[in-house]
């Protein structure tokens, strides 16, 4: 039903100095709901944090990159348009009446936040995460997503913004996961994705539930760290410039 789905609540680190971060205004929207709705239970608990817009262009470009997730032009009104996306989520909540005698069919449980990583000179990070069971349904679905951004230009950055070579980054993962012991169904299917953040000393890769495994394996992360890649990193990225 929605795009974004993750469960596990991760412990939201930040890996290096926030620097800019002080002189940076943010918006906030917050929504809980524990109880009732009809005849479901409905559990319901965003949380949304991005720049206050009108501050530079670079985080007006992050504050409505993060917002499109709702709606398209969402950062103009932001708690008008998360009140709309609650109301349309509320709609979403029925009972699957196919269980009955099911408790579990009359739960709908849905959990949404967008929150900073990390900021410095030259990277700002985001991290989402997501979960929503709906009634009847066997397992929750979920998903983790980071997204990181220019800072000087609020540029959403890919992994053809960092890398020279991909080919060579994507062999380097392979070996990871290998060395790691993953069991994945389709191991020469593994490519650097777009999902992924920055540390001080590397790049973690975060591959959720059916893309790159079976459900039973959950989120995978592989590492690559700096100092085998730096051949492969443009060196005119923010990424190369935050890094070396």
Avoid at 40 to 56: F, H, L, R, T
Avoid at 113 to 130: N, V
Avoid at 157 to 163: A, G, Q, R, S, Y
């Amino acid at each position: 039903m929605y795009s974004r789905k993750t469960f596990i609540l991760i412990a939201i680190e930040t890996f290096f100095a926030v620097s800019c971060s002080k002189s940076i205004e943010y918006e906030t929207f917050t929504y809980c709901q524990e109880g009732s709705q009809t005849d479901v239970n409905v559990n319901i608990n965003i949380y949304v944090k991005v720049p206050k817009a009108g501050q530079s262009v670079a985080l007006d470009s992050v504050r409505a990159a993060m917002t499109d997730f709702f709606a398209k032009n969402c950062s103009t009104d932001l708690q008008k348009c998360l009140e709309a996306y609650v109301e349309e989520i509320k709609d979403n909540a029925g009972v699957d009446m196919s269980f009955p005698d099911d408790e579990m069919a009359l739960l709908f449980d849905y959990y949404d936040s967008i929150d900073i990583f990390g900021t410095s000179p030259y990277l700002f990070q985001y991290f989402s995460h997501f979960y929503e069971y709906d009634p009847g349904a066997f397992h929750g679905l979920y998903a983790s997503s980071y997204y990181v951004f220019d800072a000087t230009t609020g540029h959403l950055l890919k992994t053809v913004d960092i890398f020279n070579d991909q080919q060579q980054i994507d062999n380097l993962l392979k070996q990871v996961a290998e060395e790691e012991g993953y069991d994945l169904s389709e191991p020469t299917s593994l490519t650097a994705n777009n999902n992924f953040r920055l540390t001080n000393d590397s790049i973690i890769f975060t591959y959720n539930i059916y893309e790159i495994a079976s459900y039973a394996d959950g989120e995978i992360e592989l590492a690559l760290s700096k100092n085998d890649i730096k051949p492969y990193v443009k060196q005119q990225s923010p990424v190369y410039k935050f890094w070396y």
